[in-house]
């Protein structure tokens, strides 16, 4: 009993110091960044290295802004960001819906098809949707970056798993009180969908906040530069202005923060909820 008792705190300490170990190689680079923002970039190859923060960080905000309008670029992102998200719950929450709890004439081939998507990489459908985004006269807009990827395969994937836990008879029951098939859709299936909603929500914010390549295509006016795209400027091909980047860096970061802060503890009971047959 006490060589059971020995291991298993043994094997507790093991795990502590893993967990404290992962932690920090996580948080260090993200203490420097913000370190690094509140330096002159003079000091960032200094030996040894500074590790408390400075007093720059106002100049180095204010030297970003002239080179960038990044708060323009962070107001962009938001809109985007957003918007796309709360059109994207809407459509995939609606899909799952239908593919979760209705019979129609090609479900199971449509669903495949829509998940077959999946494995398409952007760089194949970047052509093509720049042409048709250019043809309707959308370019430098945001419609042109929500729209395309609104209908997520993942998240009608997902929903549809977890709609599936819903019920049949609470629907039926519905049904037979005069619910119509919207209301069951908005009073019934949304409100226990939340933790997963929640979940979606964060992945699809995720997604959008850090998209590069598809809105460098279609957005060619600096004033509706996004984040990732405001960033790409300060990069240029004889010098790299690290305490701008790092201003950036430290702002970008704050509303995906704060969005996990207030929804992560419907995170993981969201992701894993679909899992479980009933």
């Not at 994937?157 to 049949?168: E, S, V």
Request: aromatic content about 14%; overall charge positive; glycine content about 4%.
């Amino acid at each position: 009993m006490r060589r059971e008792t020995r291991n298993d705190a043994l094997w507790k300490f093991g795990s502590y110091i893993f967990l404290l170990t992962i932690t920090a190689l996580v948080l260090i680079p993200i203490y420097w960044m913000l370190v690094a923002a509140t330096i002159p970039q003079s000091e960032f190859f200094s030996w040894p290295p500074r590790l408390l923060p400075g007093l720059h960080y106002l100049q180095n905000f204010q030297a970003l802004q002239e080179s960038v309008d990044f708060i323009r670029s962070i107001g962009n992102s938001l809109i985007i960001a957003v918007s796309y998200t709360a059109l994207s719950l809407v459509l995939c929450s609606m899909a799952g819906f239908a593919f979760a709890k209705y019979e129609f004439r090609f479900k199971e081939p449509l669903f495949y098809a829509i998940l077959a998507t999946l494995v398409l990489p952007i760089q194949l459908l970047i052509i093509p949707l720049f042409l048709l985004i250019t043809q309707i006269g959308w370019t430098n807009s945001y419609l042109a970056v929500i729209l395309p990827w609104a209908a997520n395969p993942l998240g009608i994937f997902l929903m549809r798993q977890n709609m599936k836990a819903i019920p049949d008879a609470l629907l039926e029951s519905a049904r037979m009180d005069g619910a119509t098939e919207f209301q069951l859709y908005y009073k019934i299936a949304l409100p226990t969908m939340i933790p997963s909603l929640s979940a979606l929500a964060i992945i699809l914010f995720l997604n959008q906040w850090q998209a590069f390549l598809y809105p460098l295509i279609v957005l060619q006016e600096e004033k509706m530069f996004t984040i990732p795209i405001a960033l790409a400027q300060l990069v240029g091909q004889q010098r790299v202005n690290f305490d701008q980047v790092m201003v950036a860096t430290s702002l970008a970061i704050i509303p995906i923060f704060l969005m996990f802060i207030f929804l992560q503890q419907y995170f993981i009971k969201g992701i894993l909820s679909g899992s479980v047959k009933q």
